[in-house]
């Protein structure tokens, strides 16, 4: 089957992905899942392309794309790649830099081919420096970069996210590049090289903690729960559970008020954001005190009948079942031709004339080899010859 395009938004752009593990396969996957015609180069030989092809995270990262089996350690299968990146927008790898240039896959060998060609790179480290050969994966990096030193109880051990932030945040941030990128080419008629790495995404993710160590000279500590700059941010403990209240500053007379502490709206010692925040645990106490007395759902009545914001805390079976969940249909069926229908997650914003889907299920390995080749111009003598050569599979 030809490309079949999953949004009518990128459906003009050729991508060739050369990823693994999974910063590179989010980065391709936000592409494929707007329309790109994802050839994604399955290694021939390589055991790494075959494990765990049915699981369901493999399933949910490669969606939207086809199967090309390839030998890039033969000359004919380079040969091919070659032939790809000539009719390609964007290629995205994840290799270490010594291992592409052995291949002969880094950015200066493929951009004298076509000189319009979109490369992207991701690693753990950068492209440079004295890390560049290090291995680095999420959890190294959400060390190093300072953001579990943030993260988990104050008298607690530093604690990792519950997703692979470092990862998720280098494949979407290296999307952007490449899109940055394709709009600039429309000037200039020129690709270019994209980098990112974990280290750099999981920096940047640290946002206005960075800026209060740059500004203001502050190294954050762990608060679990409690918001760093401001107070009556916390989950707070019910009568059956926990809820999250996070009002702005500007809604501390709601809070008051839900609370029936209107007495505090006008007590200077909670006169300032600044006068609140050197009270915060005095203030946690407070607002758990008015809800460890209620039920969860009282609770959060009180505090929506004077719109604060607050809300449950779910599990992620909970979560998925929750009303305004369900209407965002965040969930999707796609088919698989060996595992039968599968629900993975959509895209998480929308575009009115042009919307995704999931057109096609992960491929199995090689899958489209026949199909792709086809669409290079290789005749059925050529592609015989390959496959018994074993260049392509």
């Known amino acids: 089957m030809p490309h079949k395009p999953a949004s009518q938004a990128l459906k003009h752009l050729n991508v060739i992905d050369m990823t693994h593990v999974?910063?590179?396969?989010?980065?391709?996957?936000?592409?494929?899942?707007?329309?790109?015609?994802v050839w994604r180069v399955d290694r021939v030989g390589n055991p790494a392309d075959f494990s765990g092809r049915h699981e369901s995270d493999f399933q949910h990262k490669h969606r939207n794309k086809r199967s090309l089996a390839l030998d890039l350690k033969s000359k004919e299968g380079r040969e091919v790649l070659s032939r790809m990146v000539a009719k390609a927008d964007v290629l995205v790898e994840n290799f270490r830099p010594d291992v592409k240039r052995r291949l002969g896959v880094d950015y200066e060998t493929l951009a004298a081919i076509n000189p319009g060609l979109v490369y992207a790179s991701i690693s753990a480290f950068g492209q440079d420096g004295p890390y560049k050969d290090r291995p680095g994966v999420d959890q190294i990096i959400q060390g190093m970069s300072g953001f579990m030193s943030v993260t988990g109880s104050p008298d607690g051990p530093p604690m990792r996210a519950g997703v692979p932030m470092?990862?998720?945040c280098a494949g979407l941030f290296a999307a952007l590049g490449i899109l940055t990128a394709i709009v600039e080419r429309t000037v200039s008629g020129k690709g270019q090289w994209v980098q990112t790495s974990l280290l750099e995404s999981q920096m940047f993710m640290l946002d206005l903690q960075?800026?209060?160590?740059?500004?203001?000279g502050v190294v954050?500590?762990?608060?679990?729960?409690?918001?760093?700059?401001?107070?009556?941010?916390?989950?707070?403990?019910?009568?059956?559970?926990?809820?999250?209240?996070?009002?702005?500053?500007?809604?501390?007379?709601?809070?008051?008020?839900?609370?029936?502490?209107?007495?505090?709206?006008?007590?200077?010692?909670?006169a300032t954001k600044d006068a609140r925040r050197k009270r915060t645990n005095e203030i946690n106490d407070i607002v758990e005190a008015f809800t460890s007395r209620l039920t969860s759902e009282e609770a959060l009545a009180k505090f929506e009948a004077c719109d604060v914001p607050a809300g449950v805390?779910?599990?992620?079976?909970?979560?998925?079942?929750?009303?305004?969940?369900?209407?965002l249909k965040m969930s999707q069926a796609v088919q698989s031709g060996t595992l039968g229908e599968l629900n993975l997650l959509r895209q998480p914003f929308s575009l009115s004339r042009t919307p995704s889907q999931l057109a096609r299920a992960t491929p199995e390995f090689g899958e489209h080899t026949d199909e792709i080749m086809k669409e290079l111009g290789y005749g059925e003598a050529e592609i015989a010859r390959l496959r018994e050569i074993k260049a392509i599979e």
């Open 210 to 216: 960075a800026i209060r160590y740059l500004v203001d």
């Open 22 to 37: 999974r910063t590179g396969p989010v980065c391709v996957r936000q592409l494929g899942d707007w329309g790109a015609n």
């Open 313 to 327: 805390i779910y599990d992620i079976g909970q979560a998925f079942n929750d009303p305004q969940v369900r209407h």
């Open 166 to 168: 470092a990862d998720i």
């Open 220 to 270: 954050a500590k762990r608060v679990g729960n409690s918001h760093p700059t401001g107070a009556a941010t916390n989950a707070y403990r019910t009568k059956d559970g926990y809820i999250n209240v996070a009002p702005t500053p500007p809604m501390w007379d709601r809070l008051c008020r839900a609370m029936g502490r209107e007495d505090m709206i006008t007590d200077p010692a909670y």
